[in-house]
């Protein structure tokens, strides 16, 4: 079963939740994960990708969009539409619903920040999962 965990950022955490995406999408990747990253829109993807490139100095991530890139050369996907292609690893959701390919992942990470939408949003997700018999983590940073 899906693995489901929640990130949540306290008011005192720098930050938000596409910068903290990209610090997990780093530590997945450096153990070896492929990662798709699920957004709510084309111009989320692309702000993504661009803090992608910037994440750390000595560090490279290979990353694209899911409709620009050969996804057999590109361990990070980012996409905001229905589908995430073959991706099965671990997903790192932003979008505001629970995305319908979910469930084929080993692991989801969903990561909330101080903004109120964001949060509320999360809440439901939250009670999607748990009423669907997910078990959930929480981790407050």
Sequence with gaps: MTQVDFYILGEQSAGDRFQLA???????????????????????????????????EESFIPHGLISESDSTLTPVLIGHNEQAGDEHDVLVNLAAGVPPFFSRFSRVAELIDQDPAVREAGRSRYRTYRDRGYTLNTHNL
């Design 22 to 56: 990209c610090r997990i999408v780093d530590k997945a990747w450096q153990q070896g994960h492929r990662v798709y990253l699920h957004t709510n829109s084309d111009a989320e993807s692309r702000h993504l990708d661009k803090l992608l490139w910037t994440q750390r």
